[in-house]
């Protein structure tokens, strides 16, 4: 079965920011109960949807297929749960790790959040300067609850 492994961190400073222009997402939430998710997401010129479980510590079953950006884009518009998710993703490397940094729009400007994907649960990872308190654990912080509870202007 396919997994997710990462950690997610509150980002503290602009120490991160890259001189290159990061990926505009568009996310939205086609259902959401008993810990699965299934999300529609533009991605730049491409599409996607992801069925995600309930995460086992580090470890959470992802499924996910490209779809067309025509079909994203009317589930998107028609039947997702506002409001939509918008960020744009940046890749930062950081001691031979590539960090998704993530700085949202819309109901949620003001939060930037950085994950890292792990290999498995008990891998090290040297901790950014510019990463702050871990939240991997803390449901307020996953995207999909940001649609009913935006975190913005932390």
């Known amino acids: 079965m396919p997994v997710e492994i990462e950690r997610k961190f509150l ?4 120490g ?4 290159t222009a990061g990926q505009r997402f568009c996310q939205g939430y086609l259902a959401r109960s008993n810990g699965v998710t299934v999300r529609v997401r533009r991605a730049g010129p ?3 949807l992801t069925v995600k479980g309930e995460p086992d510590g580090l470890v959470r079953p992802e499924f996910e ?3 067309s950006v ?4 009317a589930m998107l518009k028609a039947l997702c749960a506002r409001p939509l998710i918008e960020k744009t993703r940046f890749i930062v ?3 031979g ?3 998704h940094v993530d700085e949202f729009a819309g109901d949620n400007a003001g939060l930037i959040l950085a994950e890292v994907e792990l290999k498995r649960p008990d891998q090290h990872v040297p901790l950014p300067p510019w990463v702050g308190e871990e939240v991997t654990h ?5 995207n999909s609850r940001l649609v009913d509870t935006p975190q913005g202007a932390l």
């Open 70 to 73: 025509d079909d994203a884009e």
């Open 11 to 14: 980002v503290v400073c602009d």
């Open 97 to 99: 790790f590539n960090w």
């Open 138 to 142: 803390d449901p307020r912080f996953r």
């Open 93 to 95: 490397q950081y001691e």
């Open 16 to 19: 991160w920011r890259p001189t």
């Open 46 to 48: 491409q599409a996607y």
């Open 65 to 67: 297929y490209e779809v």
